[in-house]
């Protein structure tokens, strides 16, 4: 595997993560995975600039947007921070923090509750709105379902800023979670997995009187506006609780490492005696002029990291192996277990992930295993109690054939997961294509959710997507769980599709390998679904990031009849298979080919204001310094081994008042900041 197909299968799976995440509330695997997979992938694009994508999960924050509210853009953009389960890795960050400053600092350790982010804005003393976290840019405004959160102040006392905005967590306490579940248990109802998707699908609710029945939670932790109380973070914090906010009294000021060590040891084991869920602690600069200074980098702040906890184990019987089959064909093992108590809910079920895992762990059905969920979410095995195998069952091994259509499994090279080939007959992967067509990021076909496209498909309604746009009012009234209202919905969503643009059209075929990015880079290299169509192995590998794999997925994807006939299909009923017009045009950008280090601090941008203008002229941003620099952009403080290496290269260094000449910008006297944060 090259490694532009390496970073190209890591973005696409974090992307369906980052979606299982934040918009479905389901997430398929465990904090820790996520953020090892997020550091492969972030190591892999520093070592690899030339592979640079701003799109990439890197680059952004998942997204929790849903259709049922409006959508608000933030003031400030919400970032996430980076994470670490090592003290050594607190301890670097606490290098980069001294070496960044050159000064003495504080910092201020937080609990890091696990719940779902919010941003409440005040105006003369009144709560205002309440918006999500989102895609970071913007996020729903669930203003009158936080209003019935008893713990959010709706009017503020004392002496406060006119405006301003101040973030936190919502969270639902254990005692009302084990409530509901048991509520839901009792009429039948899928439970909750944890707390946190409790409180993020409560919060979601598009009936705030249901919300109030919840009882959930908020804890503050970050300020932000023009007029600010305090300097200082902790201070800032301290002046909003006594204008009644809810501030965590486990917050403190530590001036050496060692203190923040202490505080890591102490709540790690007194933290499961609070009576809400926490997964780490937050430590953060208490300076926010400092904070200002250090700045952030395209993800997270530079003055902030989150330390999580590992996570609890339990040991329990193996009872059976379970396969399932998902939408691209990957077959996935899970364990049916006895029930056990971890991290506060009841687990039944764990994965297994792939073979190897499977091979490694030895596993016997019988066999007592250990189960863990890390970050509190997904459980797995991670290891078998050997003393105790005693009169187990079977060997476990992995199913040669499809558990639904019985086609023969294969497995590609570099690849960990077994796929079932079959997949245009193929039940599983027939729906699972249909409901990546009709996803929000793709053809955004409201009324179509899963349980509604099986039910379709059962009816002999839906066998491709193409029949999507076959699909008449009378036919869906009469079935169950719709009616004349969905179905006339339905219609008018399938209408509306038809303009999405053509790049989307693309990543919905669902062309095995091709995801969001991809999707847009073949759509602007080819401009239209005929010559994509009819593009040759070089044609497509000469395209930015477009390697073997998926160029050998597309060519596939075009020589089956059943797809080129699918897409005559979809061309017919009117979806666009064309670029637009004007992303036709060339920008014609004064930085177009350049790749550009920014280091230092600036009076006119901060430097994420001057990566944005960077791609808005076609440059491209670098992390570090190589013969391929074509100059660095550099303020004040710059690095001094930034500043070595572009000297031993002979790499230009661009002053700002040069930088604004070249991209034909004025120079002002007004500096601007923007203010982020997770």
């Not at 608000?72 to 890795?89: D, F, R």
């Not at 009709?438 to 009324?447: H, L, P, Q």
Request: net charge negative; proline share 3%.
């Amino acid at each position: 595997m090259t490694v532009a197909d390496k970073i190209e299968s890591l973005r696409r799976e974090l992307e369906q993560h980052n979606y299982n995440y934040y918009v479905l509330s389901q997430p398929s695997i465990t904090d820790f995975e996520f953020d090892a997979k997020l550091s492969e992938l972030q190591k892999l694009e520093e070592e690899h600039p030339e592979f640079f994508d701003p799109n990439s999960p890197t680059q952004r924050v998942g997204s929790d947007i849903s259709d049922g509210f409006n959508q608000v853009a933030h003031v400030y953009p919400m970032l996430s921070l980076g994470n670490t389960y090592s003290e050594g890795e607190v301890q670097d960050f606490y290098e980069r923090v001294r070496k960044g400053l050159n000064e003495d600092f504080e910092l201020v350790c937080e609990l890091k509750y696990d719940g779902t982010s919010i941003s409440l804005t005040y105006e003369n003393g009144s709560l205002l709105r309440a918006v999500t976290r989102g895609d970071g840019e913007k996020g729903d405004d669930v203003t009158a379902n936080v209003k019935t959160i008893r713990s959010i102040p709706l009017r503020l006392n004392g002496s406060f800023p006119s405006k301003f905005e101040i973030r936190g967590e919502i969270l639902m306490p254990w005692a009302v979670f084990d409530e509901l579940n048991r509520e839901r248990e009792s009429q039948e109802e899928t439970l909750f997995a944890n707390p946190r998707n409790a409180a993020s699908g409560t919060l979601k609710l598009q009936n705030p009187a249901i919300v109030a029945t919840r009882k959930l939670d908020a804890y503050l932790y970050y300020m932000l506006g023009e007029q600010l109380p305090c300097e200082k973070h902790y201070d800032n914090l301290m002046a909003a609780r006594s204008w009644g906010f809810k501030v965590s009294d486990a917050t403190r000021v530590c001036k050496s490492l060692n203190e923040v060590f202490e505080f890591i040891q102490y709540w790690d084991t007194e933290r499961k005696n609070l009576p809400v869920a926490t997964d780490g602690i937050v430590i953060k600069v208490n300076s926010l002029l400092q904070q200002k200074n250090l700045g952030f980098t395209a993800k997270s702040p530079r003055w902030a990291i989150a330390y999580k906890f590992q996570a609890e184990k339990a040991v329990t019987r193996l009872n059976s192996v379970s396969f399932q089959v998902g939408r691209t064909g990957a077959v996935t093992p899970v364990a049916n277990l006895d029930p056990v108590q971890l991290s506060g809910t009841t687990v039944k079920r764990a994965s297994l992930h792939n073979a190897d895992i499977i091979a490694a762990l030895d596993l016997h059905i019988g066999d007592m295993v250990y189960v863990e969920k890390g970050g509190e979410i997904i459980p797995k095995i991670t290891a078998v109690d050997m003393d105790a195998r005693i009169l187990v069952g079977d060997k476990v091994h992995f199913i040669k054939n499809c558990p639904e259509c019985g086609s023969e499994l294969v497995r590609f090279e570099s690849e960990a997961a077994h796929y079932c080939p079959n997949d245009n007959a193929c039940p599983p992967q027939i729906k699972g294509k249909m409901e990546h067509f009709v996803s929000r990021k793709a053809m955004n076909i409201e009324g179509l959710g899963s349980e509604t496209i099986a039910l379709l498909y059962e009816n002999n309604l839906l066998r491709n997507v193409a029949d999507i746009y076959e699909l008449k009012i009378p036919e869906l009234s009469r079935l169950e769980r719709l009616g004349s209202k969905s179905a006339q919905n339905i219609k008018i969503s399938c209408e509306k599709s038809r303009e999405v643009p053509f790049e989307r059209v693309v990543f919905a075929l669902g062309i095995r390998f091709v995801g969001e990015t991809v999707a847009k880079k073949l759509a602007y290299a080819f401009t239209n679904i005929e010559a994509l169509e009819t593009a040759t192995y070089d044609q497509l590998i000469a395209v930015d990031e477009i390697g073997d794999r998926i160029a050998q997925s597309v060519i596939k994807y075009f020589a089956d009849e059943r797809n080129v006939e699918l897409i005559t299909r979809l061309k017919n009923y009117g979806l666009k298979m064309a670029l637009a017009e004007e992303k036709l045009q060339a920008a014609g950008d004064a930085l177009k080919g350049m790749a550009i280090v920014i280091s230092g601090t600036f009076q006119h941008h901060s430097r994420d204001e001057y990566k944005t203008i960077i791609e808005k002229h076609g440059g491209k941003n670098t992390g570090s310094v190589s013969a391929k620099t074509s100059f660095v952009l550099a303020g004040d403080n710059m690095g001094p081994e930034k500043m070595k290496k572009a000297e031993s290269l002979g790499v230009k260094l661009m002053t700002e008042s040069e930088f604004l000449s070249l991209i034909g910008e004025k120079n002002n006297d007004e500096a601007h900041f923007t203010g982020t944060l997770f």
